[in-house]
């Protein structure tokens, strides 16, 4: 990985305000690698695997970032999320000609200590002499035995969060 950020996006609700609004957190504390190789007229993406240190995250606001060390996340019991790749990945040509294209990524993600099986769509693209590879993922809090956050009659999370991702690889 040779930049990147990766985060999360709920939705909450303040207590003093009439409607809800997203909160977002982001880190750029992103490790990981893939090996890509050419098969005929397309490319194959193999051992992929990235690590999010999600005990950096960021919002706009630092008592949301110190309440998801203790509840939600619990980045301080759990301070990383992974995933790896199950098995190759394809990447049509088209991709590594400039265009933007749509893959699907299966593989073992572990957040909150827990490992599930998933896909993930991802748009894939080389700019010039990176492959840049974007994505999202909505799940259920209890995928990963977590609960939605609140605290008290103050703020409460609603609905299911989403975990946001922007990568460029180089070699």
């Known amino acids: ?18 409607a809800p609004s997203d909160a977002v957190g982001r880190t750029t504390a992103i490790t990981g690698q893939m090996t890509i190789a050419v098969d005929g007229t397309a490319y194959k993406a193999t051992n992929a695997n990235f690590t999010v240190d999600v005990a950096q995250l960021k919002s706009d606001e630092d008592r949301r970032d ?23 990945i394809d990447i049509p040509a088209d991709a590594v000609e400039g265009k933007i294209v749509t893959v699907q990524a299966e593989g073992d993600m572990t957040m909150h200590g827990v490992t599930k099986k998933i896909t993930i769509p991802l748009q894939v693209q080389r700019n010039a002499s990176q492959i840049q590879i974007v994505g999202n ?17 103050f ?15 180089s070699k």
């Open 1 to 18: 990985v040779a930049e990147g950020i990766a985060g999360y996006r709920v939705r909450e609700k303040l207590a003093n305000l009439p």
């Open 155 to 169: 703020v409460t999370v609603t609905g299911n969060p989403k975990l946001e991702f922007d990568l460029k690889l």
């Open 137 to 153: 993922y909505d799940f259920a809090w209890a995928d990963f035995g977590m609960t939605a956050p609140s605290v008290g009659s």
């Open 66 to 88: 110190n309440k998801i060390r203790t509840i939600g996340l619990e980045t301080d019991k759990f301070p990383q999320a992974t995933f790896v790749s199950a098995g190759p």
